[in-house]
């Protein structure tokens, strides 16, 4: 009998839902479009949308082939999901675009000698404590989202201990949450007399591979009957697990880099960095390996405001162009750019950036007198932009000695050909691969979880499942820096550094 496996990822942009047979090829694809919206000053998503857009995603997979083997749910990682004792949501749902914890982070960052970024569960945790928020005498379970919708379909409490790791810091020796920093936050909310500790909300930490329950009768009402109830379930896992696990970046000195809404780079580490740094994140891998992630809030957003302005200016002239074919004809028309863009210059910041200390973003161009103002120089300047906040964070990996030995790319930015790639060969001064797969990206990676929960061989780790597998002979294009591309990267790299108090005046002035 045929083996098929889904995997599901709740995206900052689409709800996704990738289905792939025993052979690992993709065989079905469906998916949701949402977005966050500003309310009360929070980047939030409703619960109602999650249950709409769930059920949209299967439901657009359109008749299946055959049974599913085993499935996952994959998510945005960090942000704030708190509930009481019967599971009732208590605060609004708070994503990772927020940046409204720098007081908890900053405490906590010094109390557990551990960076702890603003988008850390424990931070939205311990801020709300601070600010003296209500609903926090009543919490009894926190979770991300990939967690909750596991557990409305699952009922078990559980993550992948990737997913885990951006809630709170994990030791690498027991693969669970730090014991002695778990001590060191009760310490810290003794005196407010919580009836609960650290320990007793957090979602118990799994290993990919592990067993995480199946759907249940309530899981399967809650998708509208879409899947028999009985599908076994892998652990939950976060994005850049997930993105991690589809481009075969799981092993010491691989990296990836994601990049969509927002861009994030992962580089599995082969010993730890040598002290703290506020722009590095330490997470870990599916299967428990420490991971240095540089992670910015800010990647195709306001590329994707500019195109479909363009787009809405062509159709002044009566042009009909399909969203696919505009993004392609313009990242295209972006080669034939100066390298370094002439000195125009872009900030897409609409959020806020913790590698550069802004808590809110106000997207701006800036350009000389003399600049060439070029379309292609203000498309190239767009998409430099998207990945010029990372870099500040891998040159603090270089500065490490940290090594690379390849470095894969997927995510949207990816999808046109050579163009992303190119462009982040030439900012990371590192071959650039991208896969066949990479398009797809998080819900592929969950639905390969999946199906290592059922066909990974005794004592397989998940490294060698994937290398021996899955990618072994997967299609693949690798480009390595152009000189003359690094060398103008460089100089728009410097532009962009020294011209950061614009952004940031910007910011408080507007």
């Given at each position: 009998m045929k083996q098929y496996y889904l995997g599901i990822e709740f995206g900052s942009t689409r709800i996704k839902a990738v289905l792939i047979d025993g052979?690992?090829?993709?065989?079905?694809?469906?998916?949701?479009?949402?977005?966050?919206?500003?309310?009360?000053?929070?980047?939030t998503y409703h619960m109602e949308d999650v249950q709409a857009g769930l059920r949209t995603a299967i439901r657009n997979l359109g008749e299946l082939p055959g049974a599913v083997s085993a499935m996952g749910i994959s998510g945005m990682m960090h942000g704030y999901l708190a509930f009481d004792k019967d599971w009732n949501l208590l605060a609004p749902f708070r994503t990772w675009q927020n940046t409204m914890t720098g007081e908890a982070a900053e405490q906590l960052t010094a109390e557990f000698g551990f960076?702890?970024?603003?988008?850390?569960?424990?931070a939205h945790?311990?801020?709300?404590?601070?600010?003296?928020?209500?609903?926090v005498r009543n919490i009894a379970h926190i979770t991300t989202l990939a967690g909750y919708v596991h557990y409305l379909l699952t009922g078990e409490n559980v993550l992948g201990v990737g997913e885990a790791s951006g809630m709170f810091p994990i030791d690498s020796e027991t693969l669970d949450y730090d014991a002695?920093?778990?001590?060191?936050?009760?310490?810290?909310t003794a005196k407010y007399g919580f009836a609960w500790t650290i320990r007793s909300v957090l979602p118990r930490v799994l290993t990919a591979g592990q067993a995480a329950g199946a759907l249940t009768q309530s899981g399967s009402a809650f998708v509208d009957g879409l899947l028999p109830a009985g599908i076994p379930f892998c652990p939950p896992e976060g994005d850049a697990g997930t993105g991690m696990t589809a481009t075969n970046a799981v092993a010491?000195?691989?990296?990836?880099?994601?990049?969509?809404t927002s861009i994030f780079a992962m580089v599995v580490l082969e010993k730890p960095l040598s002290k703290v740094y506020q722009e590095i994140d330490m997470v870990t891998t599916?299967?428990?390996?420490?991971?240095?992630?540089?992670?910015?809030?800010?990647?195709?957003?306001?590329?994707?405001?500019w195109v479909s302005?363009?787009?809405?200016?062509?159709?002044?002239?009566?042009?009909?162009?399909?969203?696919?074919?505009?993004?392609?004809?313009?990242?295209?028309?972006?080669?034939?750019?100066?390298?370094?863009?002439?000195?125009?210059?872009?900030?897409?910041?609409m959020?806020?950036?913790?590698?550069?200390?802004?808590?809110?973003?106000?997207?701006?161009?800036?350009?000389?007198?003399?600049?060439?103002?070029?379309?292609?120089?203000?498309?190239?300047?767009?998409?430099?932009?998207?990945?010029?906040?990372?870099?500040l964070g891998m040159d603090i990996l270089a500065e490490e000695h940290v090594a690379i030995d390849s470095l894969t790319g997927h995510g949207g930015l990816f999808k046109t050909p050579v163009v992303g790639q190119k462009y982040m060969a030439a900012a990371c001064r590192a071959p650039v691969t991208c896969m066949e797969s990479a398009g797809e990206g998080g819900p592929y990676g969950m639905a390969l979880l999946a199906s290592y929960l059922v066909q990974k061989q005794a004592g397989q780790t998940l490294e060698q499942y994937l290398e021996t597998e899955i990618f072994a002979d997967v299609k693949r294009t690798t480009l390595a820096p152009d000189p003359e591309d690094a060398a103008g990267f460089d100089r728009y790299l410097g532009w962009y550094r020294n011209a950061l108090a614009a952004e940031t005046a910007a910011v408080k002035a507007f």
């Open positions: 052979e690992h090829r993709i065989v079905k694809s469906g998916d949701y479009t949402w977005k966050s919206s500003l309310e009360n000053g929070v980047w960076n702890i970024p603003q988008r850390w569960s424990v945790l311990y801020q709300a404590v601070l600010n003296g928020e209500a609903h002695a920093m778990l001590d060191k936050f009760d310490a810290l010491p000195r691989t990296g990836n880099v994601s990049a969509g599916p299967s428990g390996k420490p991971v240095a992630m540089v992670h910015c809030n800010n990647c195709t957003n306001d590329m994707n405001a302005l363009l787009g809405e200016t062509a159709k002044l002239f009566g042009a009909e162009v399909s969203t696919g074919e505009l993004f392609t004809k313009l990242y295209q028309k972006s080669l034939e750019g100066d390298a370094d863009c002439s000195g125009v210059l872009t900030y897409n910041y959020a806020g950036e913790g590698i550069t200390h802004l808590d809110e973003g106000r997207p701006m161009v800036v350009r000389k007198p003399e600049s060439s103002f070029t379309l292609a120089n203000f498309l190239r300047s767009q998409l430099y932009a998207t990945m010029s906040t990372l870099k």
